[in-house]
């Protein structure tokens, strides 16, 4: 077979790949030297920091055999020059005087620190701790060892650079950070702090370096827990360079326990150290979060801290060093850190106890960061403003389970050490399935070959040397009716003695498949050969498993074959492994194959023993197999009612960014509440890239991530079973990339990431709306940010920001709020200016200043009052004032936007036009948006990189017009013309996208062409099928024809805001289209499998895909646009769309053509907002432009490369006179000529 473009990228990637088996053997090294503990507190013997916490904590890995399987690295003490990396020459010699102190002068010296003790060996002993994490650093970073545990002390996280604090002298993970960055070159640092005190020392040496990730999860109680400081608040970001690169997730409430730590890392630090890509992590590894710990009060066992510690091996390659912080409750803390070893080492991760709740406390605290980080990161801005949850009576909102310190300990140790089986991965594979093949089409994509080729990469990775092989064996009749009718058995039975017409006519009787003699007993060695694999793990003989089978089976219903399937293998392994086990165990089957699973969601709809999760290509219903019961509003029924999770794509070539987001926000988080005691996977690679069915672009590194995540639930037992995937490289890849992280190994890095498509963000977005009435987990409240609208003309950032409060920090520095960046949201309210308002979940909370009164006010009751923002309004203004627009914004944005109306004579007065449904959030949100401006006289320029941000402080009458957060309009406020600027989020732009359906604007289109004489109306455009309805071999295509649809079905789809494929007229007419009239049928190849790659990157040329992607590209974009009704295209522009009204004149300095990016300087495909005129890169660049509109809501865009306008809310090229000035200013600038037929 002739290789695709995208096999021959897979090829090259596999060149860079090393998954040669010898590397599956990784090292753990730990450092400990028994001199540590020769220094206690003289004057208080039962000081909780003590020696006993590090010899019980050796005791303990010496009793669980687990230091004899690590590397033991000697320890040794830190030069005065590494010291120096963080703290003072001056503290530096003051410690070191403390050797030779007598014991009232240490006392004395220590009375003068805040939870400070002195020792004439404390100095020795810390010094012996800086240098021990400083050994693993360089052990880990030069690939000695895979990872490392430093069990020392004294702790390190709260010395500050110049004077002790909190039983702390030099702040370890500090020096080694600097360390690291300074003797290895490492250029980007994740360090996570889940000890239960904020290292603030840790954030202040660290708040303006954006090479550091500093992540804490502490309890705060707002402010009343040690050590007292608002900057251990959750908007706290850093400051200069570093702002956003801090990320405080404070517990308000004590108890929180697995579920709320676990829920965390989820759903802020993960998506936000994926982006970040860091190159080593460093952990503060304190364990006074742990259960049963006196200081900390919280409730994380040590199945948690396995958990973490796992999902962090995902980071970095793998390079993650713990060193010891916190502790005081001993039993506690050596089984959290054996817990933390035992996965360091490789182990398979413990379940974790049910019920898995995170509580209400800890959801609000989790929200709350990610309104402070979403304006900094990409990963946390796909979040809706989802309503809250109304539980039926006597429901809970939260629960944290209480039981006693020793119960819960005892029942997660004995799960974290529970015996594990003497092998690691079982293997089946047997070359008679591919004794199934298509007799009339050898070229049909489920090829025999597919399995021995995947064997084959296995093989030559030595990956097949490291596993179990087991025995394969055919199921029975009996076996086939846990799932099958006995009737549909037995016709497929009779397969075997057809004859080939026969067998041809049985095939027509389903959908896409095709049979052979050998099609029945295949099929039953790939189900019985799986139930042998899951056997060997119930049993104990391994720990997971891999299945190569074919063929597939996820199509397959009861009583029919579909889509390449007969039995279904997976739903079938289910049922075996409960009949095996006697009861209804909880099964998960993750499917992740490209087409829905409709086969195994049927038989499991109403069953709430298995967990049914698809992650699959949709296009509203278009794509195989064709059916609404993919969608995500399909939850199950009667007792399996919640149980069933589509997360269906539409509208976009899905891949990494999409999949990693869905696992981190949908599939991770349910699946632990879930509580699984068997994964089995339903793993088709034809979402991969380069596959020519599913047309998506996951890498093999992804697929490992993902397999990664689902090790840590049922205790390790995760079985991968082939499903689909066509395109041999890549499936080969692909499978064997999870039989690689199933064996231990490392996942690769994924790389930079993209944004996820913004139709992925709204799919992902309701599967949450609608299982967040299931799953605790799912009840995320982060309220929709309105974004800073950088079109407001004439109104300065002073006028927009009010004075920041003085806040005094642990050092004794005085910073402002604002240079923490801690800016309350503070509305003005008329009738009482000394209160305050403060957001919860969907009502305000009114307190007086005084102190003596608190009213909580919700959306109705907020209606009646008369609240402006405080930081629109100028200091002298108190009160509120409606102004009105002259033009009405089309009914779909209004209803999803916040108005902002700046009037000519009252420009200083503006107020907000609130949606009466959103009401309270809309006014809050617009609060925070407005309050965050930079100070007056000033904007922000920022440059943006791979780990690394910058940000320098421009003046703004320095800048020309569009380039800075405010537009500088020559002239008095008073002569500025009135504009209109809204703001769209994410979700609710996604979802305006999918209001305008392809019926609407085609009708619009054909008004246009009926007055246009030039128009030809003889030959209509040549139509192109998508990839999933090419009939393949002697299989019927997979998409039924939709080229008829009932009047019925359009005015429904209408109504519910469905997109029709563009075919679908109520003559059932295809649309004419000028650039076809002089192609023929033949000429256009509308029987292509495989389109061209170039074609897919023309519909996205501005990172989004083109409602009209159906029509095929039979030519390129040409470079004269001319503007007479004639002209040529690629693809059909719309001749109006809503949101021309948004699109303001050229400035009066004019365009410049050849300006770079805003955001990275780069000179490729740069494209200029048509609202604000700012300049930025395309997707296939650094994506600057794409992020501009997401975060200000400014839709229409301009091309400097081709001159085209693209339309990020309609999805498409736009070709409009309100367009034609500002076209024809760029086409005479960049050719010296005005463009043809501009007058």
């Known amino acids: 077979m002739d290789r695709s473009h995208g096999e021959e990228d897979v090829i090259l990637k596999l060149q860079q790949m090393n998954l040669n088996g010898d590397s599956l053997t990784t090292e753990t090294g730990l450092v400990y030297d028994e001199r540590m503990t020769e220094f206690f507190c003289i004057w208080d013997k039962s000081f909780p920091e003590c020696p006993e916490r590090v010899t019980y904590v050796m005791e303990k890995i010496r009793q669980y ?24 020459q001056e503290y530096m010699e003051l410690m070191k005087s403390t050797q030779y102190m007598s014991e009232p002068e240490l006392k004395s010296l220590a009375d003068t620190y805040d939870s400070i003790f002195l020792h004439p060996k404390f100095y020795e002993c810390a010094c012996l701790a800086v240098g021990s994490v400083l050994q693993l650093v360089d052990k880990v970073v030069s690939a000695e060892i895979q990872n490392g545990l430093a069990v020392v002390r004294p702790p390190g996280h709260h010395a500050y650079w110049e004077k002790m604090n909190g039983y702390s002298m030099f702040n370890n993970l500090a020096i080694a950070a600097n360390y690291a960055k300074q003797n290895h070159g490492v250029e980007r640092i994740l360090i996570v702090d889940w000890d239960v005190h904020h290292g603030q020392s840790l954030q202040y040496i660290f708040e303006d370096d954006s090479s550091i990730l500093y992540f804490s999860i502490h309890r705060y109680e707002h402010g009343e827990f040690w050590p007292h400081l608002p900057e251990s608040d959750s908007q706290a970001v850093g400051i200069g360079r570093g702002e956003g690169y801090n990320i405080n997730i404070p517990w308000n409430k004590i108890g929180m326990g697995d579920a709320d730590y676990i829920t965390a890392f989820l759903q802020v630090l993960m998506p936000v150290a994926y982006e970040f890509r860091p190159q080593l992590v460093l952990v503060a590894a304190g364990y006074d979060s742990a259960v049963g710990d006196i200081k900390g009060e919280m409730q994380a066992s040590p199945s948690c801290f396995a958990i973490l510690t796992h999902l962090l091996m995902s980071l970095a390659g793998g390079k993650v060093i713990l060193s010891l912080e916190g502790g005081y409750n001993l039993q506690a803390l050596a089984e959290g850190v054996s817990a933390s070893l035992k996965i360091l080492l490789g182990d398979p991760c413990p379940r974790l106890a049910v019920p898995f709740t995170p509580c209400q406390s800890a959801l609000e605290s989790i929200c709350a960061t990610i309104m402070a980080h979403r304006p900094y990161w990409k990963g946390l801005q796909n979040f809706s403003a989802d309503k809250p ?21 005892q029942e997660s140790v004995a799960e974290v050490f529970r015996k594990l089986p003497s092998e690691r991965t079982a293997l089946v594979y047997d070359e008679r399935m591919k004794e199934h093949y298509n007799m009339w089409d050898s070229q049909h994509p489920e090829l025999p070959q597919r399995i021995s080729c995947i064997y084959a990469q296995h093989e030559s990775q030595q990956l097949t040397e490291h596993c179990l092989r087991i025995p394969v064996r055919s199921a029975t009749e009996e076996e ?37 003699p050998k099609t029945y007993d295949c099929a039953l060695l790939a189900t019985g050969s799986t139930f042998n694999v899951v056997e060997a793990i119930l049993t104990g003989k391994a720990q997971n498993g891999v299945a190569i089978v074919r063929p597939p089976g996820h199509h397959a219903e009861k009583n029919m074959a579909c889509g390449f399937c007969f039995f279904n293998t997976v739903a079938l392994s289910a049922r075996y492994a409960q009949k095996l086990m006697g009861y209804k165990m909880k099964v998960m089957i993750l499917d992740w194959d490209i087409h829905h699973g409709n086969g195994t969601q049927h038989i499991f ?32 029924r009667g007792e399996g009612e919640g149980f069933n999770i589509n997360i269906p794509w539409s509208n976009g070539r899905m891949g990494n960014p999409e999949y990693i987001s869905a696992f981190l926000r949908v599939v991770m988080p349910v699946a632990y509440e879930f509580g699984p005691e068997l994964v089995l996977v339903s793993a088709g690679f034809d979402a991969a890239q380069g596959d020519p069915l599913g047309g998506y672009t996951v890498t093999p590194e992804a697929y490992a991530h993902m397999t990664h995540m689902l090790s840590s639930l049922a205790g390790g037992k995760v079985i991968v079973v082939l499903e689909g ?77 009010s004075p920041s409060p003085e806040v005094k920090s642990a ?76 033009k009405e914004i089309s009914d779909k944005i209004i209803a999803s936007s ?18 009466p449904t959103e009401g309270i959030r809309a006014t809050v949100e617009l609060a925070k948006s407005l309050d965050n401006h930079k100070p007056a006289g000033q904007v922000t320029a920022r440059m943006q990189s791979v780990g690394q941000r910058t940000e320098e402080q421009v003046p703004t009458d320095q800048l020309p017009v569009g380039q800075g957060s405010v537009e500088q309009i020559p002239g008095s406020q008073e002569n500025v013309e009135q504009v209109t600027a ?71 789809a209408k109504e519910e805001n469905e997109i029709l494929p563009v075919a679908e007229t109520e003559d059932k007419a295809v649309v004419s289209n000028p650039v076809f009239q002089e192609k023929t049928h033949q000429e256009c190849n509308v029987n292509s499998a495989v389109s061209d790659p170039q074609e897919e990157l023309l519909g996205e040329a501005t990172g989004w895909s083109n409602v009209l992607r159906s029509v095929p590209f039979c030519q390129l974009f040409g470079n004269d646009v001319s503007l007479e009704s004639g002209t040529l295209y690629a693809v059909t522009p719309l001749p109006w769309c809503p949101h021309l009204e948004t699109v303001h004149p050229v400035p009066s300095s004019g365009l410049n053509v050849l300006q770079t990016c805003s955001d990275c300087g780069t000179e490729r495909e740069n494209w200029v907002c048509l609202v604000c005129y700012q300049v930025y890169c395309g997707r296939y660049v650094n994506e600057h432009m794409l992020m501009h509109g997401l975060s200000t809501g400014h839709l229409l865009v301009l091309s400097y490369t081709d001159l085209s306008v693209w339309c990020y809310g309609c999805e498409s090229y736009v070709h409009n006179k309100v367009l034609f000035e500002v076209q024809n200013t760029a086409h005479r600038l960049k050719y010296g000529e005005h463009m043809a037929g501009f007058n």
């Open 982 to 1052: 809204h703001t769209v989020s994410v979700e609710r732009l996604s979802a305006e996208v999918e209001s305008i359906t392809i019926s609407e604007l085609k009708s619009k289109e054909a008004k246009a062409r009926e007055v246009s004489p030039n128009q030809s109306k003889t030959t209509p455009f040549c139509m192109s099928e998508s990839l999933s309805s090419v009939p393949v071999g002697g299989a019927r295509q997979k998409v039924k024809s939709n080229a008829s649809v009932s009047k019925e079905s359009r005015i429904k």
């Open 389 to 409: 949850v109304e539980l039926e009576d006597g429901e809970a909102a939260s629960a944290i389970t209480k039981k006693e310190f020793a119960e819960v300990l």
């Open 65 to 88: 055999g687990l230091l004899e399987r690590c590397v033991q690295v000697q320890a040794r003490a830190a030069t005065e020059d590494e010291l120096l990396l963080v703290h003072s």
């Open 898 to 915: 916040v108005q902002i109306y700046v009037d000519q004579e009252h420009l200083q007065k503006s107020t907000v036009v609130q949606e």
């Open 725 to 801: 995937g066509y395109n041999l490289t890549s499936i080969s890849e692909s499978m064997s990339m999870c039989t690689w992280t199933l064996l231990g190994g490392t996942p690769p890095d994924l790389g930079r990431m993209k944004t996820p498509h913004l139709s992925a963000m709204q799919s992902i977005s309701n599967v949450i709306g609608v299982h967040r009435k299931y799953w605790s987990s799912l009840r995320l409240q982060v309220t929709e940010p309105v974004a800073e609208d950088t079109s407001i003309q004439g109104v300065t950032p002073a006028q927009k920001t």
């Open 811 to 886: 050092e004794g520095k005085h910073r402002s709020s604002s240079e923490l960046h801690m800016s309350p949201c503070t509305l003005s309210l008329p009738a009482s200016p000394e209160q305050t308002i403060k957001q919860t979940d969907g009502s305000l909370t009114f307190h007086d200043l005084s102190g003596s009164s608190e009213q909580v006010v919700d959306d109705d009751s907020f209606h009646q009052m008369n609240l402006t923002p405080k930081s629109v309004m100028p200091t002298e203004l108190q009160t509120s004032e409606q102004i009105s627009g002259d």
């Open 480 to 516: 086939l009716q846990m799932c099958h009718s006995l009737k549909y058995i037995q016709t497929i039975k009779s397969t075997v003695d057809m004859k080939a017409r026969d067998l041809h006519r049985q095939s027509d009787e389903y959908i896409s498949i095709y049979l052979s």
């Open 605 to 636: 709809e109403d069953d709430p023993s298995v967990l049914y999760v698809s992650l699959h290509r949709y296009d509203h219903g278009l794509f195989f197999p064709s059916s609404e019961d993919a969608n995500y509003d399909m939850v199950g």
